[in-house]
């Protein structure tokens, strides 16, 4: 069985009821989720073994986040307890022209405050295949950013394949900010998912198709990786989008088929595209069918509650291979 290993922060999550607006909320729904934790969550449901490695209090809270993560059959036997708190996120679920809106909350975490010498990277990679990481782990902290290209450093060493989703936030850090560090990291990947900031402080609001393919062909000869891949989204409401994907493989552009879909939690979408496209590689899926699995994964996320997406291999190949809406009897 393929291992993978992701690093990041895991976050408490605090909703409001249904589509309630922050002013009008007397209580909070909870949820435990953080990018590199989706991804782990999502491919051990396909059947991997996955590995998250992170730092949380050692206190009820933060046993309540790793055990989010135990019952859908993670490892979390090298995450580290200590520290003040757990990093928090409040989420107001948009509807129709109201966009959905995130507050963090998440300084001096735990997480945060990271340190290189608290993690046995010996341990932690042992027998591992894949490592993957995303442009938000370094954005939490500069201890969270060192411990971030340590573990690239020592996956690269090692030869482990390496997928970095640039996942970027503009509440975190500017892009100018994000470029500086990034261009660092990047050099690590086999595998980039989404675009870098340089390009993203290029292309601003103008995205059109004619330009997927330059572009992608750009990532893959500016940082020497494998294949870059992302989605393409449009939002014609906050819940009705439509989304597909490109990838370029050094040689191909390859792109997707488009769904269009209703939103039930927009939160992981992307994450969900990210732990297709690994399954879709370790199995060893051509790369128009790896990319179809990837695509069709992020859009089942979006009508399922929570963070992380909880779905089959067989649920995930039914859409997309056609899929069908009709009762499951």
Sequence with gaps: MKKIVTLGEIMLRLSPP???????A???????????????????????????????????????AINSLR??????????????????????KGYSVRASNVIYDRADSAFANVKIDDFNFDKIFDKADLFLVTGISPAVSPNACKLTKKA??????????????????????????ANETMKDLLKYADIIIGFSPDILLEIKEDLSDDKHEKLLKRMVETYGVKTAVSTFRKSHSANRNSLYARLYDGKKLYTSKEYGFDIVDRVGGGDSFTSG????????????????????????????????????????????NGGSTLVQR
């Design 26 to 64: 007397n209580s909070f729904d909870i949820n435990y989720g953080g990018a590199e934790a989706n991804v782990a969550i999502a491919l051990s449901n396909l059947g991997y073994e996955t590995q998250f490695v992170t730092k949380v209090p050692d206190n009820a809270i933060g046993h309540a």
């Design 18 to 24: 249904g589509y309630e607006r922050f002013l009008q």
């Design 277 to 320: 496209l690994i399954s879709g590689l370790l199995d060893g899926k051509d790369t128009q069918e790896t990319l179809e699995f990837a695509t069709a994964t992020s859009v089942w996320k979006h009508t399922i509650l929570g963070d992380a997406n909880v779905l089959s291999k067989e649920e995930i190949e039914k859409l997309s």
């Design 71 to 92: 019952k859908y059959g993670v490892h979390t036997e090298n995450v580290i307890f200590g520290g003040n708190r757990l990093g928090l996120y409040y989420l107001e």
């Design 152 to 177: 690239l450093e020592f996956s690269k060493e090692r030869g482990l394949t390496i997928v970095i989703d640039v996942n970027y936030r503009a509440k975190m850090w500017s892009l100018e900010d």
